[in-house]
């Protein structure tokens, strides 16, 4: 921790000042994420940045990345030549752990399985000097809300729940592993500057009513788009009453409707939770600069104003909620419940209640939902549902068990699984979930897309607070509403549970005797990075070569693509994810969802060298065997969806030279650039309809490379005949060089030679 301490420090030294000179920027007093942005800018601006539209250069204080996204990050960061990373990183082992038995079995059978993944994470974080967090540490998310996330700091980390920090008041980002791997080599990260919407919170949570109902609420107020391009910035009594966890709660379920990130101003509640988890100087820290930690008060007095949206939630009278199934924004008050899974036929039978995960798992959460199972007992119930626990990390589970939580738990006949990710990826394995059979669960974790928790598209997964699906676990029925029904107890009496009561912090603390840290080495130069040559998980990357000086010609048409076509189409996930460490092996899902326009079928492209049609990777590698390079043509939009650089890093490993479409989605298009493709556009849309299936392509004007220069594409028709069309780029000077040098990283590499 002394790195980080040092490194807070220089943020709180520097913020009030930056801040400063933002307020007279923008001319006006300024909101939290205002202050958080504009003092992490790359270099210092004279000009307002317009929310929505500007894209700017941030240097973010920290890079999280999970272990499924960490392996081609920090393959990638081998290639930049550096010998450290250049901010503080970390790795956590979280996502490959399957929950099966319990806890300690299933680590076991995860350790084993996955052997060297770890070896390869924990070698090259100890090289690199990245903290590394082994599997059974815990999620992520919760790890770094516990250890790392600072007031007023700004992260990124290679998963969507990043963002969960917010609820420690900073501004923390889900990113891709290609832009982790230039903030680690000392890069600037760019993002477009968001949009603001602000919510405002009266009064205060009470009863059964929990911050995970605060977020549900906004997910059915704003949907699963509704955020999109946008900061939430969260305020009002309401939010300063609420807990750090809880804060932590709504924040990391900003994912689910779509928001860049969520963030609350620091308050007492914050102090409280960093002094409860080992950071008394951090809380000292922050205390010394609170004004400049959340908006001018001007702000907050009047949102309209400051804010691009404001929406108003009264925890007075918010009713605990259920959303569901299949979508995290289709919100039920738990009142109308009955009503609804009536008139939708949603199955009634609650089978299996789960809490826990990065979304649920802190103190507060737990003490509340065992303050429910204790009362199983004192009324002398039975539990209906089955009843699992993933705890969010070694530290939460140590202290749990400590104070009895966890024995509460087992009384009940629940399971303790892993510290880890497990149910909420689809690493359960539920006994019976391959048949298919229609059920319902409920759960306190953040996604419930058909499959995502057990592989059963016919599971109907609710997402409520722990304490809410611990009372619908302990009735089995998901029209119970704790609030005004009764169950029969075993002696056949009606009884009530009483509301769920729990402590914010552990009163005697939190304690641990292992939670899994490994530091990295002070001197890496000697450590070796594990990687077997025949491993089939790992691949070490080599340099992409740099380009060949000339004009490109004779390229072969790969697939004209029709229609949408987003990361998932050119780089499938789901079995595919055991090979994010292997170029090689992962390129063979490349574009293999796409639609080839000349036969409407997907992975069924014409070889041009034998005339047989064939799947697309294969094809590409009878091309790439014979040292000739191709063209991917594609249609609006192309490459939306995730920033996983897979998508641009498969193609350029396969010998694709560019990608030719209608209109790119912005990452992807940086990402093709970063691995030294070309991406280009038609100046006229059109000109899509002239591309044949035998087509031999010429990319002309390419020693004259320029910004905002048009190139030239010849299409050498079959026939004889040909077509030369004006295609257009957005490459800037620094980007062509990338072009040029064959990629991002090989510059990088360079400037430290
Ligand atoms: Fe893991 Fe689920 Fe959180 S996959 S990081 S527990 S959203």
């Known amino acids: 921790m002394a790195f980080d301490i040092e490194m807070i420090k220089a943020v709180y030294e520097r913020m009030p000042a930056r801040i400063e000179a933002a307020r007279k920027v923008v001319g006006k007093p300024l909101t939290l994420t205002e202050k958080i942005l504009y003092s992490h800018l790359w270099e210092p601006t004279s000009v307002a940045f317009e929310r929505g539209k500007s894209y700017v250069d941030f240097a973010p204080d920290r890079v ?49 399985k996955n052997k060297e993944v770890y070896d390869f994470l924990s070698s090259v974080s100890d090289k690199y000097g990245i903290g590394f967090w082994k599997p059974g540490a815990g999620i992520i998310h919760q790890v770094v809300l516990e250890n790392y996330a600072f007031p007023g700091g700004m992260m990124i980390g290679t998963d969507s729940h990043t963002v969960n920090a917010g609820g420690l008041g900073m501004i923390a980002i889900g990113v891709g592993g290609a832009d982790a791997c230039d903030v680690m080599a000392g890069l600037a990260w760019e993002l477009k500057f968001p949009k603001l919407i602000g919510v405002k919170l009266t009064g205060k949570l009470n009863g059964w009513t929990s911050a995970k109902d605060v977020i549900l609420k906004v997910a059915g107020i704003l949907t699963v788009k509704g955020g999109t391009g946008c900061v939430v910035e969260y305020f009002g009594e309401g939010s300063t009453s609420m807990s750090c966890t809880g804060k932590g709660t709504i924040a990391n379920m900003g994912a689910e409707i779509g928001a860049t990130t969520s963030t609350f101003g620091y308050d007492d509640s914050m102090a409280r939770y960093l002094e409860s988890t080992g950071r008394a100087d951090v809380a000292a820290l922050a205390n010394g600069i609170r004004e400049h930690l959340t908006a001018d008060p001007e702000v907050y007095a009047n949102p309209e104003a400051y804010f691009d949206q404001v929406i108003e939630i009264d925890l007075d009278t918010l009713e605990p909620h259920l959303n569901g199934p ?39 959460d737990i003490s509340r939902a065992a303050s429910l199972a ?20 070694e530290q939460v589970r140590y202290t749990i068990e400590r104070d009895g939580f966890i024995d509460t738990f087992n009384a009940i006949g629940a399971k303790v699984f892993a510290n880890a990710c497990g149910p909420c990826i689809g690493q359960w394995a539920r006994p019976g979930a391959e048949k298919g059979e229609k059920n319902t669960i409920v759960h306190s974790f953040n996604r419930n897309f058909a499959k995502r928790a057990d592989g059963n598209p016919n599971t109907f997964a609710f997402v409520g607070s722990p304490e809410l699906v611990t009372a619908l676990a302990i009735a089995g029925d998901l029209t119970f509403n704790p609030l005004t029904d009764t169950l029969t107890n075993e002696s056949g009496e009606q009884v009530k549970l009483d509301a769920p009561v729990g402590d914010e912090l552990p009163k005697a603390g939190f304690a641990v005797e292992d939670a899994g840290y490994q530091a990295p080495a002070i001197d890496g130069s000697s450590v070796e990075v594990k990687v077997s040559p025949t491993s089939d998980r790992l691949q070490l990357l080599d340099p992409f070569t740099a380009w060949e000086g000339t004009d490109v010609k004779g390229l072969k048409l790969l697939i004209k693509a029709k229609g949408k076509c987003t990361t998932d189409h050119i780089s499938m996930a789901g079995p595919w994810l055991k090979y994010r460490g292997h170029l090689d092996n992962i390129s063979n899902n490349m574009l293999i969802g796409a639609v080839n326009f000349f036969n409407e079928k997907t992975d069924n492209v014409k070889n041009q060298l034998t005339g047989e049609y064939g799947p697309v990777p294969a094809t590409q590698r009878a091309y790439k065997a014979q040292g000739i390079g191709t063209i991917v043509v594609g249609d609006q939009n192309y490459g939306e969806g995730s920033s996983r650089e897979h998508a641009a890093m498969e193609p350029r490993h396969l010998g694709v030279r560019a990608v030719l479409v209608k209109s790119f989605a912005r990452i992807h298009e940086t990402n093709l650039k970063k691995q030294g493709m070309l991406a280009l556009t038609f100046a006229n849309e059109a000109d899509y309809d002239k591309i044949q299936e035998d087509d031999l392509i010429d990319i002309v004007g390419l020693t004259d490379f320029a910004p905002n220069k048009s190139l030239t594409v010849v299409l050498n028709h079959k026939d004889g005949s040909s077509d030369s069309i004006t295609v257009n780029h957005s490459y800037n000077e620094q980007q062509i060089e990338w072009f040029k040098a064959g990629g991002a990283l090989n510059i990088i590499r360079a400037s430290v030679k």
């Open 374 to 393: 204790k009362q199983v007992a004192s009324k002398g119930l039975k539990t209906k549902a089955e009843f699992t626990i993933t705890p969010g990390s």
């Open 64 to 112: 999280a990345m999970q272990d499924a996204t960490a392996q081609m990050a920090l393959l990638q960061f081998m290639q930049a030549g550096r010998p450290k990373v250049a901010v503080p990183s970390t790795v956590h082992c979280d996502h490959l752990i399957e929950a099966k038995v319990a806890s300690n079995t299933d680590l076991a059978v995860a350790v084993d």
């Open 326 to 364: 299949f979508t995290p924004d289709l919100a039920t008050p738990i009142s109308k419940m009955k009503e609804l899974a009536e008139k939708n036929g949603w199955p009634t039978k609650v089978e299996v209640g789960l809490i826990g995960s990065c979304t649920n798992s802190s103190y507060e």
